[in-house]
């Protein structure tokens, strides 16, 4: 952490941010930011806030800045770096500001800095008429994951909502991404209380959104979909029993140790440890498993190819370098190794390269699970293998189906 701050005068600003990151020094602290009209302030994709939000653009890449009081600010910055290496999915704190002249009630009196949330857009962009349309899944599978991840880690939110959430694409699925953690709280362990209460609020929170959409559409109250709350809170309660039941075994089925870790890992989540129980006089072992973040995917991508992506992305990817590892060789640890680096440097960097360079403004990554996808499409309805040149030029020609679906960004 850098401390920024000046002793000597009362009028400067005390800020706090962290390497590798811009001093934010240049910026006018001495008034509100919605005063600013610094040449740094740019626009973003952005939902509706409770507090004055500012983007401002730097070497570094794009910062959102959210000015609050300054113990909410402080309370949201310490929140969002505890919570950082247990989940991918919540904004990257990068910055507090203090301004020691004014009072410490005042709205103005703080602010904090979080890195941009790269290709995300806010919920309203997937509406469709007075809901969700056919998006309505994804985007339920997604809040309910990211609940259940915080949850998990211990963070009780407190002011649940699709408006302090942003989204992106992922794959062929959504990811949920929390901004907002003025009101949360991080505990040792969450207690069942605390996650009744977050999803009650939640209810309550998306309820009033829906209805504000169905307005906003030209709807009344009976056009909102006023149940997405609840399914949220059913999906939610389905991988919560799923990530946290204990399973018993008997002497002759520890396979179903394995079974059990694979899928947990099939839903994204890394399995941090493993409590072997005896139970039954010894005759039984209760399995219990303590779950991480959602990352599993992610993290053996990182791993293996060093490629950095997000889950499901990731999912889609290490499918694709499975396909091509029989053409470069696995037959053992190190062959797997060299497949993965033959994979990177003769199919995946190539593709990405050229990807970039005939979509520019799209992200390439997610591009490239389009292009999976088409590909495989293509495969099923011809009935052989199609090289990715040649399903390349078809997407192309085809108009690089996968990407016009998405919200602009």
């Known amino acids: 952490m850098i401390d920024y701050d000046v002793p000597d005068s009362l009028n400067t600003p ?3 941010t962290r390497p590798d990151h811009p001093d934010f020094v240049d910026l006018d602290w001495s008034t509100p930011i919605s005063d600013w009209t610094n040449d740094r302030l740019v626009d973003m994709p952005e939902g509706i806030h409770r507090h004055p939000v500012v983007f401002v653009a730097y070497r570094e890449g794009v910062y959102a800045i959210k000015e609050l009081r300054v113990d909410l600010a402080k309370h949201e910055f310490d929140t969002l770096r505890a919570m950082e290496d247990a989940t991918r999915h919540i904004a990257r704190a990068v910055g507090f500001v203090e301004r020691p002249w004014v009072a410490r009630d005042r709205e103005w009196s703080g602010a904090v ?23 309505r899944d994804a985007l339920l599978d997604a809040f309910a994951g990211l609940l259940v991840e915080l949850h998990l880690n211990g963070l009780y939110w407190g002011d649940c909502s699709l408006s302090n959430t942003l ?9 949920a991404i929390m901004i907002d953690a003025e009101t949360s709280r991080i505990y040792p ?3 069942g ?8 609020i939640m209810e309550m929170n998306v309820a009033g959104e829906m209805a504000d959409v ?6 009344t109250l009976d056009d909102a979909d006023l149940s997405l709350g609840a399914d949220i809170t059913s999906r939610y309660l389905t991988l919560w ?17 394995r079974q059990r870790i694979d899928r947990l890992n099939s839903l994204g989540f890394a399995v941090d440890d493993i409590d072997l129980i005896p139970v039954d006089d010894g005759v039984n072992v209760k399995i219990r498993v303590k779950v991480g973040g959602r990352q599993f995917h992610s993290s053996r991508l990182l791993q293996v190819a060093g490629v950095d992506t997000s889950e499901n992305q990731a999912r889609a990817i290490l499918s694709d370098l499975t396909y091509h590892e029989a053409k470069f060789g696995r037959m053992s640890a190190t062959g797997k190794a060299v497949a993965a680096m033959k994979w990177r440097s003769a199919v995946f960097e190539p593709l990405i390269l050229r990807i970039i360079e005939d979509l520019p403004d799209q992200p390439a990554y997610q591009a490239y ?10 495969a099923a309805e011809q009935g052989r293998d199609i090289p990715n040149p040649e399903a390349y030029e078809a997407w192309t020609a085809a108009g690089f189906p996968g990407l016009k679906s998405s919200p602009e960004t």
Not at 214 to 219: I, R, S, T
Not at 241 to 257: C, M, P, Q, W
Request: glycine residues 8%; charged residues 30%.
């Open 14 to 16: 005390r800020i706090q």
């Open 113 to 135: 800095i979080t890195a941009y949330v790269q290709h995300a857009f806010p919920y309203r962009n997937l509406v469709s008429g007075h809901g969700f349309g056919d998006r």
């Open 167 to 175: 989204y992106r694409w992922d794959a062929s699925s959504i990811e």
């Open 189 to 191: 362990r969450i207690s």
């Open 193 to 200: 209380g605390e996650r009744r209460e977050d999803l009650e």
């Open 214 to 219: 169905a307005v906003e559409h030209g709807g």
């Open 241 to 257: 029993k799923e990530l946290t039941t204990s399973l018993i075994v008997t002497a002759g089925d520890h396979y179903r140790i």
């Open 369 to 378: 699970c389009d292009f999976l996808d088409f590909r495989l499409a293509m």
